[in-house]
């Protein structure tokens, strides 16, 4: 898949599988919060954090709220771009912004995800590693 930055922006595009839809070839609806997932962790992977490694320091990165706008349908086979940009940062969470377009950048879908970082061993809130809100605050 093709990841872009630019500025404080993030894009990251998507292929539409088979598997990605229903019956009549529309993107299921639940489809749209994996895209949005993978965009907000490559992104994350381009500043070299891997989730995998917070995820053995006993770090979690939880969707903690999301507000979606479903504005027009996705189709099977089409390659979407998922936009997203950090927006708000906090001590224990992250604010993104989220837009999915399609080939035609016909605007899809709009989100605002608020992402939390946990004590995974507590199940409790966290502060963000420092390391992490470094290479957030410069995007901002």
Known sequence: MSIKKS???FFWQARVYYEDTDAGGIVYHANYLKY???ARTEWLR???IEQST???EGT????KSMEINFLSAAYY???????SQVVELKRVS?????EIYNTDKKLLLSARVR????DLKKMKPKAIPENILGELSRVI
Do not use: K
């Open 77 to 83: 086979d089409e390659l979407l771009s998922i936009r």
């Open 46 to 48: 381009l500043f070299g």
């Open 94 to 98: 992250v604010l993104f912004e989220q």
């Open 7 to 9: 500025g404080n922006e």
């Open 115 to 118: 992402v939390a970082s946990i």
């Open 54 to 56: 917070l995820l053995e």
């Open 36 to 38: 949005m997932e993978r």
């Open 60 to 63: 979690g990165l939880v969707v």
